[in-house]
């Protein structure tokens, strides 16, 4: 799935995340993709809003009709609502509708309008926007081309791996495959190397544990930070294997490189962490 999304794109995805913990909700609500993409788009959400600052407003209506409860650590993963499942789905359709190569953040602002009913298309549609009036202003524009991971490497690495991480919970195989490189590895915490083919063959058995609703992690720090390389260790805990009882806790080494038009990455490598 996120192949095709620019950089902006995957970024209003983790800021949802990082707004539902905010509220302390279960899940990623439609508002969540909305205040998301608000913080991330400015400029989108001047050109069809009319101003760049609509965010506050928005956000005191949400308020007003969400349950706010306690705040959730960002470690812990939140999963997408089937609402938000099928904003994504229909980003990809409104990108494919306009002959564009890459998802962008005006492909899910329409997808977010089209899901009816929901919270967030209330908000917009209140606004006056309309599907058909934004496909026909974007038909008029060059068709969405992804920021070069080049021109923000910090950033645009760190929204990668983010996502990536945050996917391991709810997004398939199809979708997750597509973070990595065609040379990239996974080294098991036994030590086994694993090619990409392996790696998508073997995805559910090697990133199940991450998947488990108990499983959090932390980045525990970054070993390398440059245009073209990022390196993170991410500490898991709760990472358990039915043959592994006590290797409850595993550090997860991330190596992520500049592709065409995204941050790939190259290896993951598990090591994992014995009680004393």
């Known amino acids: 799935m996120f192949e095709r999304y620019t950089e902006k794109a995957r970024r209003v995805i983790f800021f949802a995340r990082y707004e539902a913990s905010q509220y302390g909700s279960p899940y990623i609500e439609t508002e969540h993709l909305l205040l998301g993409l608000l913080r991330e788009d400015r400029a989108l959400v ?72 929901s919270l967030a298309a209330k908000l917009l549609r209140k606004r006056g926007l309309k599907p058909e009036a934004i496909r026909e202003q974007l038909a008029k524009t060059p068709a969405s081309v992804s920021v070069k991971a080049s021109t923000e490497p910090r950033r645009g690495a760190t929204a990668t791996l983010d996502s990536f991480l945050a996917g391991l919970k709810w997004l398939s195989s199809e979708d997750l495959i597509s973070f990595f490189a065609k040379n990239a590895e996974f080294i098991d915490a036994s030590g086994k190397r694993w090619n990409r083919e392996e790696i998508w063959k073997g995805f559910e058995t090697l990133f199940a544990p991450y998947a488990k609703k108990n499983a959090t992690h932390v980045v525990e720090g970054k070993l390398a930070e440059t245009g073209e390389l990022f390196v993170a260790v991410v500490l898991w805990k709760n990472a358990l294997l039915a043959s592994e009882q006590r290797a409850w806790m595993h550090r997860m080494s991330v190596v992520l490189l500049t592709g065409a038009d995204a941050w790939e990455i190259l290896l993951v490598q598990i090591t994992a962490i014995q009680p004393s």
Not at 64 to 72: A, K, L, S, V, Y
Not at 90 to 113: K, N, P, Q, S, Y
């Open 46 to 117: 001047k050109r069809f809003l009319g101003e760049s600052s609509a965010e506050p407003g928005i956000r005191t209506e949400i308020e007003g009709q969400i349950t706010q409860r306690q705040r959730i650590s960002t470690a812990v993963e939140v999963p997408l609502t089937e609402e938000c499942k099928k904003v994504l789905k229909l980003a990809g359709e409104e990108a494919d509708r306009l002959g564009h190569r890459h998802i962008g953040t005006e492909h899910v602002l329409v997808a977010l309008i089209r899901v009816e009913g």
